[in-house]
């Protein structure tokens, strides 16, 4: 059907074109016409929605860019703070015996004496010499024990549960090392082809508890299970290690732990052993982040600056986003920022970025009281060096919520969900624009026909009246 009406359209306007080529019709463009009268009608609601596609596209793009902007200030933030260059960091003066990392959300400061007596070690054992990984062993129960080797004595942790680990009939040294690691004990073993023979080792925690003895429980059907049995008074096999507690001092305080890695016996502060010291201690102290933070604070400032300059651009009068909420209410959280309690626990006078010399201005923008900043930084340096902590509080935290308030799609009050209005905007001016388009071209198509038919018929009315002034001219000649 569309194609019939297609083509007798098209021969109209041909036909149209012909006779005006030929001098007969109207002389007048019929197509152009058409094509012209269907703009006009539509031209108004054209540009009614163009100039509404470009006033979205703007507010899209100011709101977008000062979203950019937070997201920018943010990470850098962020970034700047997990780092740990505005913390006091720890560092060991030896660091052959221990290294040292923040942890927890205490600041620590000061220094300290440590001196490492003993490491942690693990347990390991090798059995006895085997042929090849693949030989069987025999049948039965292999049952770990845990407690503590000393000597050729074992006293055994009732704490921690024994494990049985059933062998069978046919099982090989590798498949005794793979249901050992199977069984999440604690402990892991391998095969180890050594210049003696296979051996099975197994390898233990850190820890003097963590220490373990082999039982085994022997098929009769199958025996040789005993050869990996081991006790610290047993012949078989080798103890490559025993089990200990790490053994440390600081400050002169007598320390132990089950492990190498040792938290909060300096508070905030995460020490991993590495070697001893006995006789020789060594500083544990921390950095003075004092010059970074000034710097930092410099920077941060700056930022803000940026930020505040657009948003006081864009929500001026006349500007992009003069009557938009989520614009408004970001300016709004950012011109309380300096006076907001970041640090609600906080016992020393740093609690605010006002009192880190962060100054809100009569436009809203900011500058750097250095005079305050440094005079907090003096009465309180721990309290400066917590308000850059990644935690619950903070003014990494405090932006974060700033941040992620600003880039809430549920929130009414967001330049992000002012962005998704306006897109979902966007989309139905283009649907308009769509149906528009096809209204308008169904209007030139309608025109262009009926205009072609009276163009026809001018042309045929054209002709008859040539022939008409022809014939009376010859009547009138042929009388005289």
Same mark, same amino acid.
Do not use: C, H
């Given at each position: 059907?569309?194609?019939?009406?297609?083509?007798?359209?098209?021969?109209?306007?041909?036909?149209?074109?012909? !006779?005006?080529?030929?001098?007969?019709?109207?002389?007048?463009?019929?197509?152009?016409?058409?094509? +012209?009268?269907?703009?006009?009608?539509?031209?108004?609601?054209?540009?009614?929605?163009?100039?509404?596609?470009?006033?979205?596209?703007?507010?899209?793009?100011?709101?977008?860019?000062?979203?950019?902007?937070?997201?920018?200030?943010?990470?850098?933030?962020?970034?700047?703070?997990?780092?740990?260059?505005?913390?006091?960091?720890?560092?060991?003066?030896?660091?052959?015996?221990?290294?040292?990392?923040?942890?927890?959300?205490?600041?620590?400061?000061?220094?300290?004496?440590?001196? !490492?007596?003993?490491?942690?070690?693990?347990?390991?054992?090798?059995?006895?010499?085997?042929?090849?990984?693949?030989?069987?062993?025999?049948?039965?129960?292999?049952?770990?024990?845990?407690?503590?080797?000393?000597?050729?004595?074992?006293?055994?942790?009732?704490?921690?549960?024994?494990?049985?680990?059933?062998?069978?009939?046919?099982?090989?040294?590798? /498949?005794?090392?793979?249901?050992? /690691?199977?069984?999440?004990?604690?402990?892991?073993?391998?095969?180890?082809?050594?210049?003696?023979?296979?051996?099975?080792?197994?390898?233990?925690?850190?820890?003097?508890?963590?220490?373990?003895?082999?039982?085994?429980?022997?098929?009769?059907?199958?025996?040789?299970?005993?050869?990996?049995?081991?006790?610290?008074?047993?012949?078989?096999?080798?103890?490559?290690?025993?089990?200990?507690?790490? $053994?440390?001092?600081?400050?002169?305080?007598?320390?132990?732990?089950?492990?190498?890695?040792?938290?909060?016996? *300096?508070?905030?502060?995460?020490?991993?052993?590495?070697?001893? /010291?006995?006789?020789?201690?060594?500083?544990?102290?921390?950095?003075?982040?004092?010059?970074?933070?000034?710097?930092?604070?410099?920077?941060?400032?700056?930022?803000?600056?940026?930020?505040?300059?657009?948003? +006081?651009?864009?929500?001026?009068?006349?500007?992009?986003?003069?009557?938009?909420?989520?614009?408004?209410?970001?300016?709004?959280?950012?011109?309380?920022?300096?006076?907001?309690?970041?640090?609600?626990?906080?016992?020393?006078?740093?609690?605010?970025?006002?009192?880190?010399?962060?100054?809100?201005?009569?436009?809203?923008?900011?500058?750097?009281?250095?005079?305050?900043?440094?005079?907090?930084?003096?009465?309180?340096?721990?309290?400066?060096?917590?308000?850059?902590?990644?935690?619950?509080?903070?003014?990494?935290?405090?932006?974060?919520?700033?941040?992620?308030?600003?880039?809430?799609?549920?929130?009414?009050?967001?330049? $992000?969900?002012?962005?998704?209005?306006?897109?979902?905007?966007?989309?139905?001016?283009?649907?308009?624009?769509?149906?528009?388009?096809?209204?308008?071209?169904?209007?030139?198509?309608?025109?262009?026909?009926?205009?072609?038919?009276?163009?026809?018929? *001018?042309?045929?009315?054209?002709?008859?009246?040539?022939?008409?002034?022809?014939?009376?001219?010859?009547?009138?000649?042929?009388?005289?």
């Amino acid at each position: 059907m569309t194609t019939t009406s297609t083509t007798a359209t098209t021969s109209l306007l041909t036909t149209s074109s012909l !006779v005006t080529a030929l001098g007969g019709g109207s002389g007048i463009d019929m197509t152009a016409l058409a094509n +012209n009268l269907a703009t006009a009608t539509f031209a108004d609601r054209v540009s009614r929605l163009e100039t509404k596609t470009e006033t979205l596209n703007t507010k899209i793009s100011a709101a977008s860019n000062i979203k950019s902007m937070m997201l920018a200030l943010d990470t850098s933030l962020g970034t700047l703070v997990r780092s740990g260059d505005l913390a006091r960091t720890p560092s060991v003066a030896n660091s052959s015996v221990a290294s040292a990392a923040l942890s927890g959300s205490s600041v620590p400061s000061g220094s300290y004496s440590l001196e !490492v007596t003993q490491l942690a070690t693990n347990q390991m054992l090798a059995s006895n010499a085997y042929t090849a990984s693949t030989d069987t062993v025999g049948a039965g129960t292999l049952t770990l024990r845990f407690g503590t080797v000393s000597g050729s004595s074992f006293t055994e942790d009732t704490s921690q549960s024994a494990v049985d680990i059933t062998i069978e009939s046919g099982d090989t040294l590798a /498949n005794v090392a793979a249901k050992i /690691n199977a069984a999440d004990a604690g402990v892991t073993a391998y095969v180890a082809n050594t210049a003696e023979g296979a051996k099975l080792v197994i390898k233990g925690q850190e820890g003097a508890t963590s220490g373990f003895i082999l039982e085994a429980s022997e098929d009769a059907s199958d025996p040789g299970l005993s050869n990996l049995a081991w006790d610290p008074s047993s012949a078989n096999g080798t103890l490559l290690s025993t089990a200990l507690d790490a $053994a440390y001092k600081v400050d002169g305080l007598e320390y132990t732990a089950s492990s190498n890695t040792v938290t909060d016996i *300096i508070p905030g502060v995460t020490l991993t052993l590495s070697a001893t /010291n006995v006789g020789s201690p060594t500083k544990v102290t921390f950095s003075d982040p004092s010059d970074t933070i000034a710097s930092s604070m410099q920077d941060f400032t700056d930022a803000l600056n940026e930020i505040m300059t657009e948003l +006081n651009s864009a929500t001026a009068i006349g500007g992009d986003l003069a009557n938009d909420s989520g614009a408004r209410s970001l300016k709004r959280q950012l011109a309380a920022l300096a006076g907001t309690i970041v640090m609600p626990n906080a016992t020393g006078t740093a609690r605010t970025l006002a009192d880190l010399g962060l100054t809100t201005n009569r436009d809203g923008t900011f500058s750097l009281d250095t005079d305050r900043l440094t005079a907090t930084l003096e009465a309180d340096p721990e309290g400066v060096a917590d308000m850059f902590t990644n935690g619950l509080y903070g003014v990494y935290s405090t932006v974060d919520k700033i941040y992620r308030s600003a880039v809430s799609t549920t929130n009414i009050d967001s330049l $992000a969900y002012s962005i998704t209005k306006w897109t979902s905007q966007l989309d139905d001016v283009a649907d308009s624009q769509t149906e528009i388009a096809e209204q308008q071209e169904a209007l030139r198509a309608r025109l262009a026909s009926q205009f072609t038919v009276s163009e026809t018929r *001018i042309g045929l009315l054209n002709s008859t009246k040539t022939m008409l002034e022809n014939q009376i001219a010859a009547w009138n000649s042929s009388d005289s």
